[in-house]
C-alpha cells in the first residue's frame, strides 16, 4: 500500500510540472524581440504599447499610454497554435509595418502577447517586441500604472 501512495505521488508530482512547463510560453520565436520591464520603461514615447489581456484588466490597470488589443486565444497554448480559432483584430495595430510594437499580457505563462506577436511577424511587422514577464513583470519593478 506504502508504494502505491508513493508511486501516486510522484506521479501527480510529474503531471503537475509537465503541466506547468506545457503552458509556459516560449523564451523566444525568430522576428520577435524578448524585451524587460526595464527596457520597456526607457522606450515608452518612442514605442507603442499594445495590453493583450481581457478588456476589464486593461479597464483596471494597465501599463500608461498602452493600448487594448484583446487577443482571444480559443487554441492549445503551443507553438504551432491555430490561429483559425483564436480571435485579434490587425487594424488596432499601426498600417505602418516598421512601427515599434510592444505587446504584453498577464506574464510567461499568458499565450496572448505571443500569439500575437507571431501574428504581427507573419503579418509583416518588422519591429515586434514582445515583454514576456507582462503587466506582473511591469507592476514588480514598481513603475507606474494607469
Known sequence: MKKILILLAALSVMLIAGHALATDTPTSYEGI??????????NLGKVTVFDARKKGEYVEQHIPGAISAYYNDKSEKK????????EWDIKKYPADKNANIVIYCNGPQCWKSFKTSIMLVKAGYTHVHWLRDGFPGWVDKGYPTE
Open 33 to 42: 524581440t524578448v524585451v524587460n520591464a526595464d527596457w520597456v520603461k526607457e
Open 79 to 86: 507553438l504551432d497554435f491555430d490561429v483559425s480559432q483564436d
